[in-house]
């Protein structure tokens, strides 16, 4: 008997699979999916929000540390509450009723700066005081389906939670394609849809020259154009004028392509790093085992073409940073920063263990990269000895070593529905009908890749510019929720239906909470009546969403 229990607990613990019964599984823990099941468990719901990660709030929380916004006025719901509750701990009160003023540049939120553990704690609060049951590690292996309605989603650890409803709030619209509804992850091209951003993009504001004015004192020239965005007429061979000898690390040949042509690729991705210069608090930036000086050669040729145009340069030229309280930085991208483009295009489709790999391979060539700004002798003295300034925080993502758990996902997936949000409507051409909220940022797409065209380094895709002038515009209800004949009880409020060009504008955070606070609502409108989330009644959707604060349509004197 004693050698038999012995034995017994020398055998491993094998965790039984646990079965969840609720009425709305809200799938993704970011910033949108804390707002859903906010709204669902204060409209009386029993709801389970499933995390693939161990964090919740995603980009808000995960170093996207100054939010960008677009005009506070088109802000409303959970989303304002969120960001006043949070800038509150600093003893700030935000003005939601004033449009941000530009310092020569897109007008961001600089109001809105805060530290990323901060952050995660304001959504870990909200979503305890509401009463969601939050389920970490919750990576989605399949989806079943009884006809159009999804009955259980089952996790890769065998846990399965059943739901009446079912919001997806990934980046990546992983619940939504493993429900069988219909996506794109390509550039539409645009002829798609009668668009004039679309498809492949050589914008002239970020056309490759051989001269750039001087900054002001913000770093931006008149034209609002920052340092960070300076794109020179730069080499890309190993042996410079010799394409037989190949392209530098960090350039790739390929087809240049017909400007508005369908093509493949998302935007570039990063990580929006959190830096300090706090010695007392700082974890030192170490490079990657495998650092290699050369693969930033084309880095070394870039510096050589903005010192030969007289610039006196700084840490901008590599990235724009924006203080945060206490000493921190908020790190932002740049021509050469922390995007690397083309290694974002598997992510979308990649297992989970395939993005791991991926997100490495972002973090392995951003520490390079600092590492050389710090340390080659190459690059000007100013620009190492202000990197030399900075470090990782100890006291932020802490289970990581200071560096962020939340790569930028800028784009992935996008759901086709019945209705595709276009560039008529985030140009104020055409208005979408069933309005559940507002967005109000400017065209802001990252580079999809860096090539070769006209024998010299070229970002394809590039794009930041406004929307013509037009103010905030109506998101409709229906580029949410599938098509009617492909899934009845879901919601999809990150990875909803739009245009590429569209969803340029659409892909803040803010706008994210709102998308998905009113997809809640109309779960919990849906699960009331019996009814499909496609038939939602359109009035009794409108007056709940501005009973709880919602911004649903703007006023033309407000433009």
């Keep these: 008997m004693t050698r038999l229990f012995n034995l017994l607990i020398l055998l491993p613990v094998v965790a039984l699979a646990e079965v969840h019964e609720t009425d709305l599984c809200v799938f993704g823990g970011t910033s949108g999916g804390v707002s859903a099941a906010v709204q669902a468990a204060r409209m009386g719901k029993k709801v389970i929000l499933a995390e693939p990660g161990k964090h919740l709030g995603g980009m808000t929380s995960g170093g996207l540390s100054a939010v960008d916004i677009g005009d506070p006025r088109s802000v409303g719901g959970i989303a304002r509450e969120y960001f006043s509750r949070l800038v509150g701990s600093y003893g700030k009160k935000l003005q939601w009723d004033k449009a941000f003023k530009s310092d020569g540049g897109p007008a961001t939120g600089g109001a809105y700066a805060i530290e990323p553990h901060v952050a ?36 890769e650890n065998g846990d399965v939670i059943r739901a009446k409803m079912f919001i997806d709030t990934t980046y990546e619209g992983d619940l939504m394609a493993k429900a069988g509804v219909s ?9 798609k849809y009668g668009e004039q951003l679309n498809g492949i993009q050589y914008n002239e504001r970020f056309k490759p020259r051989s001269e750039f004015a001087q900054p002001g004192a913000n770093g931006r020239l008149k034209n609002g154009l920052g340092v960070w965005d300076r794109d020179f007429l730069l080499d890309p061979y190993v042996k410079p004028g010799c394409p037989e000898s190949g392209v530098l690390p960090l350039v790739t040949l390929d087809d240049v392509g017909k400007v508005g042509d369908p093509a493949p690729g998302v935007q570039a991705y990063c990580y929006r790093l959190c830096l300090t210069t706090n010695k007392a608090n700082m974890i030192p930036i170490t490079p990657p085992a495998d650092y290699d000086a050369s693969r930033y050669e084309i880095v070394v040729r870039f510096i050589e073409a903005c010192l030969q145009n007289g610039d006196d340069m700084d840490l901008r030229w590599f990235s724009k940073h924006d203080p945060l309280p206490n000493d921190k930085w908020d790190f932002n991208t740049a021509t050469f920063g922390g995007n690397l483009p083309g290694a974002s295009h598997a992510w979308p ?33 100013k620009v190492r000895d202000d990197m030399q300034r900075f470090g990782l925080p100890k006291d932020e993502f802490k289970d990581t070593n200071g560096w962020p758990h939340q790569l930028y996902i800028r784009e992935a997936r996008r759901m086709v529905s019945s209705l595709v949000m276009t560039e008529h409507h985030t140009f104020g051409k055409i208005f979408a009908p069933k309005s559940i909220g507002l967005g109000s940022y400017g065209t802001d797409v ?22 013509g002038g037009f103010g905030p515009y109506e998101i409709g209800y229906d580029a949410i929720v599938p098509k009617e004949n492909e899934c009845s009880n ?16 659409i892909r803040m955070e803010p706008v994210f909470m709102i998308t998905s606070q009113s997809a809640a609502t109309a779960a919990c409108l849906a699960m009331d009546a019996g009814v499909d989330a496609q038939a939602v009644d359109e009035t009794k959707l409108r007056r709940q969403l501005l009973k709880d604060g919602q911004v649903l349509e703007w006023r033309a004197g407000q433009r």
Aim: aromatic share 6%.
């Design 490 to 505: 879901l919601l999809v409020t990150f990875a909803l239906s739009a245009s590429h060009t569209a969803f340029a504008s």
């Design 446 to 467: 990252h580079e999809v890749r860096r090539i070769v065209k006209d024998g010299v380094v070229t970002r394809e895709g590039k794009l930041a510019g406004s929307r």
């Design 349 to 381: 489709e990649a297992t989970y263990a395939q993005r791991e790999n991926i997100a490495k391979e972002h973090e392995n060539y951003h520490r390079g990269l600092l590492h050389f700004l710090a340390t080659d002798k190459r690059v000007p003295q």
């Design 183 to 191: 996506y794109t992850i390509m550039r539409e091209g645009n002829a």
């Design 120 to 155: 995660e704690q304001v959504f870990i609060d909200m979503a305890r005081e509401a009463g969601v049951q939050v389920k970490f590690e919750s990576k989605l292996a399949s989806v079943t389906k009884d006809g159009l309605r999804i009955t259980a989603i089952t996790m």
